[in-house]
């Protein structure tokens, strides 16, 4: 089959646009098919170029969008000889598109088959999974560095945003991870000095400046690191790990105040608590307490109209 590029594009207009717009105005509910095909289409689109972008396929994805342009320009200018060989070379280029998208098209029906629905889509796990896991990844960074006594400070933002302290930084975006939280703070790199700050959950930005506890009942002995982490807990309501470069021991400040000398599971406990728990656990409440509020106005509703039913007899 030839793909003819140079048809009479009037008669297709008439005959298939033309009419298409009629049958919408005949039965209007045809619109919400168009509507929902356009969508999958379009997703289709972009889970396709989401896959390939960034592989080799996508600079031959550049050459077969000018081929089909080229293509159609020979058959709108009546080129006939150009217009025949590309559509020959079109119509082979279907097999031709299989063999060379092969390893594309394979791990996207791999993941069709194996991900769950919702991940396919695009939709992310729940937030306060998502925090949990992060929090799990940012012990065992703390952790690593506390046997090799590196020093760490790993500001984690809550409600209170601190874009001034990120903006001191340099950007990062990353997702988190233990190896690249390790790796940042290794001695003797650009990013070692300063903190890192999560936000949103990502690693937002690393090197950055945190402002100085100058209390005067703040222990002598304590760094700059612990003085800095009690700092910006007293300015916002982040939570802050710390990791003493002298002794290894592993620290949180919070609220303005030192948590120190934590093992592992302590550490993990106390930033589920304060990172998950008191968050979500609000959220999860209000949300309870909308639902009862709309099915209380359900109930309302419906008592009224029932008490007018009887006074209508």
């Known amino acids: 089959m030839i793909i003819d590029f140079g048809m009479n594009w009037e008669n297709f207009y008439r005959d298939n646009i033309l009419s298409y ?46 081929l089909v342009v ?16 590309l559509t020959g070379i079109m119509n082979l280029g279907v097999i031709a598109i299989i063999v060379i998208f092969q390893p594309e098209l394979r791990r996207g029906l791999e993941q069709l088959g194996t991900n769950k629905f919702a991940k396919f889509f695009g939709i992310d796990k729940d937030l306060a999974t998502k925090t949990k896991e992060d929090i799990y990844k940012i012990v065992i960074a703390a952790t690593e560095l506390s046997k090799t006594k590196t020093g760490a400070l790993i500001v984690i933002e809550r409600d209170i945003k601190i874009q001034d302290i990120i903006s001191s930084g340099i950007p990062m975006n990353a997702d988190v991870s233990p190896q690249l939280l390790v790796n940042i703070f290794e001695p003797k790199t650009p990013l070692h000095d300063g903190a890192v700050v999560i936000s949103n959950n990502k690693i937002a930005a690393a090197a950055c400046v945190l402002p100085l506890a100058d209390d005067k009942d703040i222990a002598k002995e304590l760094g700059t690191r612990h003085r800095a982490a009690i700092g910006i807990s007293k300015e916002s309501d982040s939570i802050v790990v710390v990791v003493s470069e002298e002794t290894g021991k592993i620290s949180v400040a919070k609220d303005g105040t030192l948590i120190a000398d934590l093992r592992e599971d302590s550490l993990k406990k106390i930033l589920i608590t304060n990172v998950v728990t008191k968050r979500f656990a609000v959220e999860k409440q209000e949300r309870k307490e909308k639902i009862k509020s709309i099915r209380e106005k359900i109930q309302k509703n419906k008592k009224e109209q029932k008490e007018n039913k009887e006074m209508g007899k």
Do not use: C, H, M
């Open 21 to 66: 717009i009629k049958s919408l105005q005949e039965n209007p509910f045809e619109l919400i098919t168009l509507i929902i095909d356009l969508a999958i289409v379009i997703f289709l689109i972009y889970y396709f170029l989401k896959i390939v972008k960034g592989s080799r396929a996508w600079q031959l994805i550049k050459g077969i969008v000018l």
């Open 70 to 85: 080229i293509t159609w320009l020979s058959g709108l200018f009546n080129l006939k000889i150009l217009n025949w060989i």
